[in-house]
C-alpha cells in the first residue's frame, strides 16, 4: 500500500510540475464550532456531545469542539461549557476552542480548555462585524490571550478570514493578509489557518496569498480554511497542497457558513478532502465511512438539505 502511494504521488507531482506534495496531511475537523455556529435550529447539548464523540472514533486528531463567544452574538455556542465537559476525551486528539478576548479564555480554562484558538481578520470592515473593533484592537486582544496561554502551557492556534475575498470590501490583498498572520505567529500562535470566509477565492488567488505569506512565514505553520460557495474550495487546497502546506481544515458534511458573512456556503466537506487525498496517496490517518457515520447522524437532527458534501450523497445512496 505504501508504495502504490509514493507511485502515485510521483506521478501527481510529474505531471502538475509541483515541488512537492506532503507525504501526510493533517484535517483540522471545524463542524462541532464552525459548521454549527449558523444554525438557525438550537442544536441539543447532547447532540453536539455525541456529534464530537463520534468524530472522536474516526481517526482525526484535531476536533474544533465549541466557541467561548457570548451567547448574544452567537446563540447556539452558549452550551461550550456543557459541550466541552460532556465529551469523551480521545488520547492523541486535540480538542480546540475559539476565544475571543481573554474573558473567553478565563471561562475555556474552567471548563478544562487544553488548547484555544484566537479568530481574526485581514480585512478591517469584516473585523468590526465580526469581532466589534478594528484589526490592530482585535491583535491587541489576542495577545492578551496568547500571554495567558503561554502562562499555563495551553497551544494557540490562529485563524485569519477572508484572505481571498470580503463580503464588504471585495478582494483582500495578499500583503493585509501576511501582515495579520505574522503578528499572530509573533504573538505566540502555533498555527496560522487561512480562511476563504465567503469562498469566493479560486486556485490563482491561493497561489497568489500563500507566495506572500510564506515569504515571511514558513509553510509548516499555516494551514488552509475554505468555504465552498462557488464551488472552488478542492481546487483550492489542492493548490494549497502543491506548495507545501500539509493542514487542512474541513467540516464533516460541509455544515457551516458565516453569520457575518452574506451569502458564504458552507464549508469543505471532511468527506469530499478525504476522498481527495486517498486517491493522491496522502496519507490522514481518518476513516472515511466513519465520517460518513457521524454526518449521517448530525444530518438526522439537522435535515439532509444542510449536508453538501457530494462524496457523503454519493456514499450513502449507492454502492459506488
Known sequence: MQRGRSTCLRQLRHLCGVRQFPQQVKIVEVGPRDGLQNEKTTVPTDVKIEFINKLSQTGLRVIEATSFVS?????QMADHAAVLSGIKRHPGVSYPVLTPNLKGFQAAVEANA?????FGAASESFSRKNVNCSIDESLERFKLVCDAAAHKGIPVRGYVSCVLGCPYEGKISPKAVSKVAVKMKEMGCYEISLGDT?????AGGMSAMLEEVSSHLPL??????CHDTYGQALSNILTALQMGVSVVDSAAGGLGGCPYAPGASGNVATEDVIYLLD???IETGVDLMK??????YISNHLGNKTV???VFRALTSSKL
Do not use: Y
Not at 114 to 118: N, R, S
Not at 198 to 202: A, H, P
Not at 220 to 225: I, P
Open 71 to 75: 451567547p448574544k452574538w452567537v446563540p
Open 114 to 118: 487544553q488548547e484555544v484558538a484566537v
Open 198 to 202: 465567503i469562498g469566493v477565492g479560486t
Open 220 to 225: 509548516s505553520c499555516l494551514a488552509v480554511h
Open 279 to 281: 486517491g493522491m496517496g
Open 291 to 296: 465520517v460518513v457515520e457521524a454526518s449521517r
Open 308 to 310: 453538501s458534501s457530494k
